[in-house]
């Protein structure tokens, strides 16, 4: 089942405006989560990302997206990222 399901709207550097999105959600387990976001006009972008928190304040994020300005490759982009919060009272 599928977690959260919300439309949005996104800046599209292909298009150079601003266009409508949705985004679905959900958790793979308890630590995981998934996120997929796809435009609904004519560029069809994609963005994804998968999250595995470590522990409270660092997790680990790889994502994924079809977003490709400057190269001529249909593979994408990929991409990973270390996530350190900090909380303030």
């Known amino acids: 089942m599928i ?3 919300r439309f949005g709207s996104a800046y599209s550097s292909r298009t150079g ?3 409508p999105t949705v985004t679905v ?3 793979l387990a308890d630590r995981i ?3 997929v976001t796809s435009g609904l006009a004519e560029s069809r972008e994609l963005r994804s990302n998968v999250e595995w928190r470590l522990n409270p304040r660092v997790s680990v994020e790889g994502s994924y997206d079809n977003v490709n300005d400057i190269s001529s490759s249909t593979l994408g982009n990929l991409g ?3 996530r350190w919060r900090l ?3």
């Open 33 to 35: 989560r998934a996120n």
């Open 17 to 19: 405006r601003t266009e």
């Open 80 to 82: 990973a990222d270390i």
């Open 25 to 27: 959600s959900k958790r």
């Open 3 to 5: 977690d959260d399901f």
């Open 87 to 89: 909380e303030f009272e």
